[in-house]
């Protein structure tokens, strides 16, 4: 715990009570510094193979994180990006399961397709809800309006039982939540939330066959040897995970490196131990306040209905959160203390 408290007070100094990492996470010291050095060596002139490395090292260290070998590890931008190269392997008519009311980047390539059957049901009956003709089920870990976490045990299970294949997004879990990607068809996740990461940085775990996926937005780095397929069409994809890469954000990357180096020395269980502890003091306050939160037992999602309002005025007093349709959220994550806490609570008791 000592290391742990070391480590958090040497690469954050918030300004005010953080309470938003559902939205995006504060950035760690060292990443700060290498988005600076990235962007000095751009400003100098200097080579730009620095940069095309720290790619590189991104996906071996998410690929350490999610427990599944590199070469099964796309590198993007966003997870909506992602969903449509997922969305755009399916047959016409085929049935894609998914929960009701789940983030949009998860959901709406499937419907833009137009010729789709997407079936929504509620999270807690997803599981039961596969059936024969399911093509695809496709679900966030966490949920991004309240927490709640899907079983995804069970899902799995049901999937394999009916012949369909599954698409978990890690958005809201990875980093505070041990990822399974090897569990999963496919899996995605950005990086600006939990992993600490700027924006601009996504990951795409796929099957060792890639799945049906074919890559429909191949642009030259998902070439075999990309110095070598700058012109002309892709002679050779890559044989890896590669071949789904879209040309990266470098300096995201830059940043990310060093985000995802302070993930793997603190340790998840280190983190989720932490964040829960929280988010149960933060359930435990409201419950003395009268106030009953969203269920989400075990997750640093905590979102409280009714007091979505209270957003602004708490921005002006310095704490911040969220308002998601008019629930109040707030997430708990590494850099939050006991302290941050307690003055969410003083605030709503006054």
């Known amino acids: 715990m000592e290391n742990f408290e070391n480590l958090v007070r040497a690469e954050f100094a918030p300004e005010n009570t953080f309470l938003n990492t559902a939205s995006n996470a504060l950035l760690p010291a060292r990443t700060v510094a290498a988005l600076q050095d990235a962007a000095r060596l751009r400003a100098e002139g200097r080579s730009l193979d620095p940069l095309f490395a720290d790619v590189e090292a991104c996906r071996a260290a998410y690929a350490r994180l999610a427990g599944v070998p590199a070469e099964r590890v796309a590198a993007g931008a966003t997870v909506a990006l992602f969903t449509s190269l997922v969305a755009a392997s ?3 008519g085929a049935e894609v399961l998914t929960a009701e009311d789940d983030f949009t980047s998860v959901l709406q390539p499937f419907h833009a397709r137009g010729d789709l059957k997407v079936r929504a049901v509620p999270l807690e009956r997803l599981a039961d809800s596969v059936r024969p003709g399911t093509a695809l089920v496709a679900v966030s870990a966490a949920q991004s309006a309240d927490g709640r976490i ?3 045990a069970a899902l799995r299970e049901a999937a394999r039982a009916h012949g369909a294949r599954t698409y978990v997004d890690f958005s809201q879990a990875a980093g505070w939540l041990p990822v399974t990607a090897g569990d999963h068809d496919y ?5 600006f939330k939990w992993l600490l990461g700027p924006h601009g940085a996504a990951f795409l775990v796929v099957p060792e066959d890639f799945g049906d996926l074919t890559p429909v937005q191949a642009g030259w780095v998902a070439g075999e040897n990309p110095w070598d397929s700058c012109y002309g069409p892709v002679a050779e994809l890559a044989h890896s995970a590669r071949r789904f890469d879209s040309s990266p954000a470098l300096f995201s990357y830059a940043g990310l490196r060093a985000s995802l180096g302070l993930v793997e020395e603190i340790g998840v269980d280190a983190v989720r131990a932490h964040d829960l502890a929280l988010a149960d003091r933060f359930r435990a306050g409201l419950a003395e306040l ?5 269920p989400a037992p075990g997750s640093p999602i905590v979102s409280v209905p009714g007091l979505g309002r209270l957003q602004p005025e708490l921005a002006e007093a310095g704490i911040q959160v969220s308002n998601r349709a008019g629930s109040l959220r707030a997430s708990f994550h590494l850099y939050n203390t006991a302290a941050d806490v307690d003055r969410l609570l003083d605030a709503l008791s006054g």
Do not use: F
């Open 187 to 191: 899996s995605v996740t950005i990086t």
């Open 90 to 92: 399916l047959p016409p």
């Open 150 to 152: 899907a079983d995804l």
């Open 290 to 294: 009268g106030r009953t939160p969203l």
